[in-house]
């Protein structure tokens, strides 16, 4: 099992930007897919995106596409999800994500979760 704990969320104004961190406990970290997902209130935890082992692959729910960037750093066992042109509309908590399988990238290919953090966009 690997432990992530996000940090980086907040309040900001629309248009404005914030980047989340998610810093993991192992140091097998490099060998894995990441990504990030979130849940608004009310609504179904949702994909947002994901990228390879490497880095070198990267994926994007089309909500985000354009304005989010997904990265990482192995050597410091740590992903990010910088975020800019917010929007009232990506209001949630924000929750990073270890999967079981490269090229799988949904809910249920999930094998850890962090504890989320929570975005808050202000119109």
């Known amino acids: 099992q690997v432990q992530l704990v996000e940090s980086g969320g907040g309040l900001v104004q629309a248009g404005g930007s914030l980047r989340l961190s998610c810093a993991a406990s192992r140091r097998t970290f490099s060998d894995y897919s990441m990504g990030w997902f979130r849940q608004a209130p009310g609504k179904e935890r949702e994909f947002v995106a994901a990228l390879s082992w490497s880095g070198a692959t990267t994926y994007y729910a089309n909500s985000v596409k354009g304005r989010f960037t997904i990265s990482r750093d192995n050597a410091k066992n740590t992903v990010y999800l910088q975020m800019n042109s917010l929007k009232p509309e990506d209001t949630a908590v924000y929750y990073c994500?270890?999967?079981?399988?490269?090229?799988?990238?949904?809910?249920?290919?999930?094998?850890?979760w962090g504890q989320g953090t929570q975005v808050t966009v202000s119109s």
């Open positions: 994500a270890r999967f079981r399988y490269s090229g799988s990238y949904h809910e249920g290919s999930v094998a850890d």
